[in-house]
């Protein structure tokens, strides 16, 4: 079964540090790829997606996430935190041409100022 | 601008009553999705739909049962709420198969 690996539960920064969370899937097909984000008290929202075409993609906020296919991965990034970026991350993956998306299990993302 | 309702935000109910928790979606979208989100296991999916009427289970369906009459909305109903179902509650939407999920608010339900 196709399952998405988050690894890092919580994970704390100060105001400016750099930002890198894991994602990992396990289906070796076509996948389509989703980060999305859970602020505070808000909507789960899109963040970016991966289809196809350039592995790197930007998206919000100053968000950007790496395909690497050869590793199953699909790692969220941001050069400089803000505390603002505090909330909630989930990594999405379904099956090309599939309804299903299979959600990791979150990183929650503190941002001291 | 893209908007998908949910009926209640918080909601208190008693082991063994029948629950009805709706969603509502405004922009004409054929799939719509029932998640529920826990602490330490992100969303899981209970059920969808890709039509009116039509009704595909998700990974953890039981306990749950879902009713699309139309388009534009889709309930979960729990027939006979028991502890364990206390969760919050994510309905989504989407144009297309495979594309991005709009999401509600959320629906947090507190089963005593």
């Known amino acids: 079964a196709q399952s998405v690996s988050q690894h890092n539960h919580h994970v704390i920064l100060s105001e400016a540090a750099s930002l890198e969370l894991g994602c990992n899937y396990s289906y070796g097909g076509t996948v389509n790829l989703f980060w999305y984000v859970q602020y505070p008290g808000q909507h789960l929202q899109l963040l970016l997606k991966?289809?196809?075409?350039?592995?790197l993609v930007k998206g919000i906020k100053g968000f950007e996430a790496e395909f690497i296919k050869s590793k199953f991965s699909f790692n969220l990034r941001k050069p400089s935190v803000q505390w603002s970026d505090t909330a909630e991350y989930f990594c999405?993956?379904?099956?090309?041409?599939?309804?299903?998306?299979?959600f990791g299990t979150g990183t929650r993302l503190t941002i001291i100022p | 601008d893209v908007k998908v309702t949910q009926s209640s935000r918080y909601l208190v109910k008693r082991t063994g009553e029948k629950v009805f928790l709706e969603c509502v979606q405004d922009?004409?979208?054929?799939?719509m999705f029932w998640y529920r989100q826990d602490p330490g296991l992100g969303l899981r999916l209970i059920y969808f739909?890709?039509?009116?009427?039509?009704?595909e289970k998700g990974d953890i369906p039981e306990g749950y049962s879902v009713s699309r009459e139309k388009k534009e909305r889709f309930s979960l109903i729990l027939e006979s709420a028991s502890t364990n179902q206390t969760s919050m509650y994510l309905c989504a939407s989407s144009l297309v198969v495979a594309e991005t999920q709009y999401f509600g608010p959320g629906t947090r339900l507190l089963v005593l």
């Open positions: 991966y289809f196809s075409g350039d592995p």
């Open positions: 739909s890709y039509d009116v009427k039509m009704k």
């Open positions: 999405a993956v379904n099956l090309f041409g599939n309804e299903k998306l299979t």
């Open positions: 922009m004409d979208h054929e799939n």
